[in-house]
Structure formats: C-alpha cells, structure tokens
C-alpha cells in the first residue's frame, strides 16, 4: 500500500501544481494586477474565483481534486500528522 500511497502523492502534487499553473495563467490574461495578487497576497485568490467563475472554475477543480489525491496518498503510506 505505501508504494500505490507515494505515486498517488506524487500524481496529486503534479495535478494540483498544474491546476495553479493554470489558474495564474488566467490571471496573467485577465491583468498583471490580478496575477501578481493570486501569487502573493492571501485570499485574493479566492476574490478573484469567485468574480471569473466561469474562468477559473476547470483550473481551480484540477487543483482541488490534486490536493484530495495527494492527501489520499498520504494517509495510504501511513503517515500521522496528528496525534
């Protein structure tokens, strides 16, 4: 199980970093502004989602469904991140 754990962990970690990569790409078209504020000040992000839905809703659900597969993989390999 920790070896199908780790390749789900690696599989998410690649989704969810190009579901970001493609989620900063549309802010880079909609404004330079808007980019440089999804990749640096918190919660903009989620501001700038909620305005472009219809744009940002594809990237913002690779990125989604990559975190739940990575953290799948995590708690398959048996990791314990609370006690």
């Not at 920790?2 to 970690?13: K, P, S, Y």
């Not at 690649?14 to 440089?36: D, H, N, Q, Y």
């Not at 940002?56 to 314990?80: E, H, M, Q, R, S």
């Amino acid at each position: 199980m920790t070896a199908i754990g780790h390749i789900l962990v690696v599989l998410g970690l690649t989704a969810a970093l190009a579901g970001e990569a493609m989620f900063l790409t549309v802010a880079f078209k909609r404004s330079l502004g808007w980019f440089f504020g999804c990749l640096f000040v918190p919660l903009v992000d989620i501001v700038f989602l909620a305005l472009n839905f219809r744009l940002t809703a594809k990237p913002f659900g690779i990125a989604l469904l990559g975190v739940v597969v990575a953290g799948l993989g995590d708690y398959l390999t048996g990791n314990v991140w609370f006690s």
